[in-house]
């Protein structure tokens, strides 16, 4: 079983819909969670980073950790062509990230 | 200009050659990373170094080395590769000095094909 899963997608969306992304983790240890953005051709982009269970926001991206069901999510308001991209979650355990495979995201015009 | 500067951005190469990937920061941050990345599998760490004078094996290392020439410096060499290395490589840093749990900051990435 892997450390961290994502569905990888792909996922198509109209624009301004309400997009809702996805991770399950095993390792209760994880204290420390990241959502990164990547478009085509380029690394990871840090998006959000949160400690704590519950949620977080930045502008139109809101990041949800429920320790207890060890799943995260990150939610993207009033979708926009420019979010198109694949997105990574990722752990913090001891030394070591954990990121997951990645979910592509489409956002039609 | 970028943060963290990964050459080249694309290399084709064939079998058994020895080949080197650079990675160089200006962030002035102590920790490096090289990943690498394929379909469905994500990022699997290669090798890291938390200093100069510090370097640690990841979860594939094998068939691969490092050198960390400065605190601003990674290299990542294969050494004979091999059609399997073929994928998008990246370099990425971190900076404990505000606590451990730090994200990491990634370069544009290397993509390396074998033949």
């Known amino acids: 079983q892997k450390e961290v899963e994502q569905d990888p997608g792909p996922l198509s969306v109209p624009e301004g819909a309400i997009v809702s992304l996805n991770c399950t983790y095993s390792n209760s240890a994880f204290q420390y969670f990241m959502w990164y953005r990547q478009y085509s051709r380029k690394g990871p982009e840090l998006l959000m980073y949160?400690?704590?269970?519950g949620n977080k926001e930045d502008g139109r991206f809101t990041a949800q950790v429920d320790k207890s069901s060890k799943y995260i999510s990150l939610f993207i308001r009033d979708s926009q062509p420019s979010d198109s991209a694949t997105y990574l979650c990722?752990?913090?355990?001891?030394?070591?990230?954990?990121f997951g495979s990645g979910t592509k995201l489409n956002v039609k015009p | 200009d970028a943060d963290v500067t990964q050459t080249p951005r694309n290399r084709i190469t064939k079998t058994g050659k020895r080949i080197m990937l650079e990675c160089s920061q200006t962030k002035g941050h102590d920790r490096m990373y090289w990943y690498r990345q394929d379909p469905g599998l994500g990022l699997r760490l290669i090798y890291y170094?938390?200093?100069?004078?510090?370097?640690n094996k990841g979860e594939i290392s094998d068939g691969y080395s490092v050198s960390r020439q400065a605190q601003a410096k990674f290299s990542l060499s294969l050494e004979s590769a091999i059609p399997n290395q073929t994928a998008l490589y990246f370099c990425?840093?971190?900076?404990?000095?505000?606590?451990?749990?730090?994200?990491?900051?990634f370069g544009d990435g290397t993509r390396l094909s074998i033949l």
């Open positions: 990722a752990m913090k355990g001891f030394n070591k990230f954990y």
């Open positions: 170094s938390f200093d100069v004078k510090d370097i």
């Open positions: 949160t400690y704590s269970s």
């Open positions: 990425a840093t971190s900076d404990p000095s505000g606590g451990e749990n730090q994200p990491q900051h």
